[in-house]
């Protein structure tokens, strides 16, 4: 079965340090990856995607995120976090057929000053 | 700007009276999508339309049906809604590639009285 797991509910971050949001995934075939993040009572915003070619995405907002196929990882990363980066992130994986998103139960991201 | 938009953004409506909820877009998406979510948990999908092609996920209730008349409008129908789909609704598009990623709209937080 096709699965997503983010396995940290919530990360904190202090303003100006680095910042990870772990995701892996499990699928069969070729895994079309996404992040996306959601501010409170907005919709989901597009960062990221990767579909092939160079392990390391660069994304909006200084976002870039690593795909690892001997791991089954996309990691979301930040070299400096803003306190504006606070938010829900959730990750997502299409398989080749159908199109459907399956998306990770969602990181809490917190970044204090 | 092309967007998704959703109208209205906030939703009353009383236990057992229909109601719909409606989304538009500008960016000419052959594939719309209409997913429920619940106190930051990851959107569940409950059915899309690739163009007329309506494909109604498994585990949704017979209470929600959709419509979309032609390509920018895409409505949800919640029959006789209960207590349980108080929620967020949210619309989304994609290009029918799995590669491209799904845009979405800020939602309507649905309030059942």
């Known amino acids: 079965a096709q699965s997503v797991a983010q396995p940290e509910d919530q990360v904190n971050v202090a303003e100006g340090n680095p910042l990870t949001v772990k995701c892996t995934y499990s699928v069969s075939g070729n895994p079309y990856l996404f992040w996306y993040v959601q501010y409170p009572n907005r919709g989901l915003q597009f960062l990221l995607k990767?579909?092939?070619?160079?392990?390391l995405v660069k994304g909006s907002y200084g976002f870039e995120a690593e795909f690892n196929k001997s791991q089954t990882s996309f990691h979301l990363k930040k070299p400096s976090a803003l306190v504006s980066d606070s938010a829900l992130y959730f990750c997502a994986v299409r398989v080749n057929q159908g199109g459907k998103l399956i998306f990770g139960q969602g990181t809490e991201l917190s970044v204090k000053p | 700007d092309a967007m998704v938009i959703q109208n209205p953004r906030y939703q009353v409506t009383q236990f057992g009276k229909p109601v719909t909820l409606s989304c538009s877009q500008t960016l000419n998406h052959n594939v719309m999508y209409w997913y429920q979510q619940k106190s930051s948990q990851a959107p569940k999908l409950l059915f899309h339309y690739y163009d007329k092609d309506f494909n109604n996920e498994a585990d949704t209730p017979d209470n929600f049906q959709s419509r979309r008349p032609n390509t920018s409008f895409c409505f949800l129908d919640i029959r006789s809604p209960g207590l349980g789909d108080a929620a967020m609704y949210l619309c989304a598009t994609s290009r029918a590639r799995n590669n491209q990623p799904q845009h979405f709209g800020d939602g309507t937080r649905l309030s059942i009285l």
């Open positions: 990767y579909i092939t070619g160079d392990n």
